[in-house]
């Protein structure tokens, strides 16, 4: 549902999407079980949900991944505003099998004024602005920037460079 209608409304120009992961969730799966995990983000799908209005579109990505569409943004600080709000609203403590959980979120934001060619490539933007958003210190939303795709692809390359290091014995330790 998601993907048909991000196609929609990207058609239109003006659209946003927030890609929002939950920090540290695999601690509640780990030390409660995936059962009750599945419980708690059923409970996180549902308050962020009631948190937007028509036409907001919140979808579950995966594992404790969400999609947040926002058609007809204005501006990126409108954007933002959507996310904070919704980082907010997902902090506040749940309940779950009397068990009391507290849930923060890190997010990535993407917009395109102009229709994009490729609606799924706001989606990509935004998960690698969610990545910089958790290097940043977490529960934040960020921007995507064109910069962001190079800093990811200089990264490949030293990691590359010190792989092929390590394995032909080029880097020696001295203590």
């Known amino acids: 549902m998601f993907d048909s209608r991000l196609t929609e409304v990207a058609a239109d120009g003006n659209v946003g999407v927030l890609f929002l992961d939950l920090d540290r969730f695999k601690l509640v799966n780990d030390t409660l079980g995936h059962e009750f995990g599945d419980e708690v983000l059923q409970a996180v799908a549902r308050r962020l949900e009631m948190a937007v209005d028509d036409p907001i579109l ?7 991944e969400f999609t947040v569409l926002v058609p007809k943004v204005e ?5 933002v505003a959507v996310g904070e709000r919704l980082l907010a609203v997902l902090s506040a403590p749940y ?6 959980v507290v849930i923060q979120g890190s ?3 993407a917009m395109a004024v102009d229709p994009p060619e490729d609606p799924r490539s706001l989606v990509r933007a935004a998960d690698t602005a969610l990545y910089h958003a958790k290097d940043q210190g977490r529960g934040r939303v960020v921007v995507f920037d064109d910069r962001m795709l190079e800093a990811g692809a200089q990264r490949v390359r030293i ?16 203590f």
Request: hydrophobic content about 45%; glycine content about 14%.
């Open 95 to 100: 309940t779950v099998r009397d068990h009391r």
């Open 75 to 79: 501006a990126v600080a409108d954007l």
């Open 107 to 109: 997010m990535g934001a």
């Open 159 to 174: 990691e590359g460079v010190l792989r092929e290091a390590l394995d032909n014995d080029g880097i020696v330790v001295h």
């Open 58 to 64: 919140v979808s579950r990505f995966g594992g404790d």
